[in-house]
């Protein structure tokens, strides 16, 4: 592990947008039917999250410190504007990945490790328990669909859906974001050419990440293996549907409310609760649970959308995009637009949301 010692602070600052005021109350007419979590700070170390707010590893792992009540620090590291290649983050991790973690010394910069690292160290009759203890037939039910949801393809149902719009009903991201993705495809061959001849001082492992990304995203444009890993995701989707309905069976004439993998509320919820708040954000909710095809998906999603955390971390599915674009425009005046390359990053962790809304502002106001 590396020592804080040794890293420049984040000159970052600005607060990512949330459901919540400046003083932490929920805005009028949002209040759910969970009570608001007791925050409880473990030690004189201070927690600090440097992450983005778009990003879904981020927003999994700021749930997860959310339901377990605990207060920590959180800079938003905007991916549009390239902050994560800046030297004071590079220090944090040259990998140039969000999310990273920091608990007095110690440096976590992996989304797996986080969360083991918050379960492990963050433990108490006070705190939620989101993995189950080792050994309980929970556990692995809890793993089981863990591994299922974490290894679904976002950037690819991402990608995707920007580029194929018409296999999507009532997408929120914004029809200029597939002209936009498609005229930077076009231009991507010739923009790295110039890159090789003008920019000598870029590392030819630098140039190579932003090639196979650039690959990625042109095989994501096929609509073929597009409408193959959809009917993928509607068999995960299904086996969710019949897991949620074993659990009413098992439960039956119980009093307690039902999650995932049993009448406590664990890690799993919190994969799959992400998972289809991303899912009806880029339009497939109407496919794949509206519909009333998987009325106990529509139930959970309904359920988990009421919860103090997933309030506070995701908002309003309506209010996505926009919390994309007003952190970037407070430092556009700063910043230079997004670079090519800068956007092929963006791209490859979130699909390019964050982007195009930049490029959706710009076009509408400016």
């Known amino acids: 592990?590396?020592?804080?010692?040794?890293?420049?602070?984040t000159n970052c600052s600005w607060w990512p947008i949330s459901a919540m005021d400046e003083d932490g109350r929920i805005p009028d007419g949002e209040d759910g039917h969970e009570p608001a979590i007791e925050h409880k700070p473990f030690s004189k170390d201070r927690l600090v999250l440097y992450h983005w707010t778009q990003s879904f590893s981020s927003q999994k792992v700021r749930l997860v410190i959310n339901e377990k009540g605990l207060l920590c620090e959180e800079r938003d590291v905007s991916l549009p504007l390239t902050e994560h290649k800046e030297p004071w983050f590079m220090r944090l991790n040259l990998?140039?990945?969000?999310?990273?973690?920091?608990?007095?010394?110690?440096i976590v910069s992996d989304y797996n490790q986080i969360i083991e690292y918050l379960e492990t160290n963050f433990v108490g009759d006070t705190v939620a328990q989101l993995i189950p203890d080792e050994g309980s037939p929970m556990r692995a039910r809890v793993q089981q669909y863990r591994e299922l949801l974490d290894g679904l393809p976002m950037d690819a149902y991402t990608h995707g859906c920007i580029l194929h719009p018409e296999l999507t009903i009532d997408s929120m991201i914004p029809k200029y974001a597939t002209a936009e993705i498609r005229r930077h495809l076009a231009n991507a061959a010739s923009e790295l050419m110039?890159?090789?001849h003008e920019e000598p001082q870029l590392t030819e492992p630098y140039l190579s990440k932003q090639k196979k990304l650039m690959a990625k995203i042109l095989d994501h444009d096929n609509v073929n293996y597009l409408k193959k890993i959809l009917g993928e995701l509607a068999m995960v989707l299904d086996?969710?549907?019949a897991e949620l309905e074993k659990r009413k069976l098992e439960y039956q004439g119980q009093k307690c409310e039902l999650w995932l993998c049993g009448p406590d509320f664990t890690l799993a919820d919190i994969c799959l609760g992400a998972t289809l708040h991303r899912l009806k954000f880029l339009g497939l909710?109407?496919?794949y649970w509206e519909d009333g095809s998987r009325p106990n998906l529509q139930?959970?999603?309904?359920?988990v959308q009421k919860?103090?955390?997933?309030?506070?971390v995701l908002g309003d599915i309506h209010t996505t995009l926009l919390s994309a674009v007003l952190p970037n425009a407070f430092r556009m005046v700063k910043k230079k637009p997004p670079s090519?390359?800068?956007?092929s990053f963006l791209m490859g962790s979130l699909g390019g949301m964050g982007y195009f809304a930049y490029w959706f502002l710009k076009k509408k106001y400016m």
């Open 1 to 9: 592990m590396a020592s804080s010692n040794n890293v420049t602070p």
């Open 95 to 106: 990998g140039e990945e969000v999310p990273v973690f920091i608990h007095g010394d110690t």
């Open 194 to 196: 110039k890159l090789d």
């Open 239 to 241: 086996q969710v549907e």
């Open 285 to 287: 909710s109407k496919k």
């Open 299 to 303: 139930s959970f999603f309904e359920r």
């Open 307 to 312: 919860r103090y955390a997933f309030r506070k």
């Open 340 to 343: 090519f390359f800068g956007a």
